[in-house]
């Protein structure tokens, strides 16, 4: 979930279209954020939302996935943004090329909604756990990229420490832009910069 303004427009009775993963999104963080995530239930969401119990797991396979539409996103983008890549760069600059392309669509007035309330809400175990999960998914897609641009395999050494470190310096970047506030311009000038930091 992100700052951004619903893009449905009113439907019936003023509510936005009801079986819009925004809606659910809104409706969870609403919830999280007046009682707590795990004083929230998926019921309770989907009722706040005006849908059903069932519509929610369509979108969402655990109340855990719902503060990740955006990551999800751009992981599902990453191997495009990969390839997008100058061919005769190294693996390391590709990869990190590759990252800033990525975070270039995230400006100050699309943060996901989990870097500036995650404490708010009393920073669930469970959150942590969905954040590693895709924390590796986006490895293996980085290393396999490395390992196919190197001509090792995604589980040699190297692509995987390649992997890792480009990974370690976007969650930098991206918890400090997001502590920047309505200033914090766009996310990829942050990934440069972590990119290059000493």
């Not at 929610?56 to 890549?85: C, E, H, M, Q």
């Not at 920073?123 to 999960?133: H, Y």
């Not at 470190?165 to 766009?186: H, I, S």
Request: glycine fraction near 8%; aromatic fraction near 8%; include cysteine.
């Amino acid at each position: 979930m992100n700052t951004r303004a619903s893009s449905d427009g009113p439907v019936g009775r003023g509510r936005p279209r009801v079986s819009s993963k925004e809606v659910l999104e809104e409706a969870a963080c609403e919830l999280f954020l007046e009682q707590g995530y795990d004083g929230t239930t998926v019921a309770e969401i989907a009722r706040r939302a005006g849908v059903s119990r069932g519509t929610f797991f369509n979108y969402f396979p655990a109340k855990s996935d719902v503060f990740w539409g955006d990551l999800d996103d751009a992981i599902a983008s990453l191997p495009t943004a990969l390839r997008a890549s100058d061919p005769s760069s190294d693996a390391r600059a590709a990869v990190r090329s590759g990252l800033v392309r990525l975070a270039e669509d995230f400006g100050p007035d699309r943060v996901p909604w989990i870097l500036t309330q995650f404490e708010a809400m009393g920073s669930p175990a469970e959150v942590g756990l969905s954040a590693l999960t895709r924390m590796h998914t986006a490895a293996e897609t980085l290393s396999q990229f490395v390992a196919e641009r190197s001509g090792t395999t995604a589980r040699d050494l190297a692509p995987r420490a390649i992997a890792y470190a480009a990974l370690g310096e976007t969650v930098a970047a991206a918890q400090a832009w997001a502590e920047r506030g309505p200033g914090r311009g766009r996310l990829s000038e942050h990934v440069l910069r972590a990119q290059t930091a000493d």
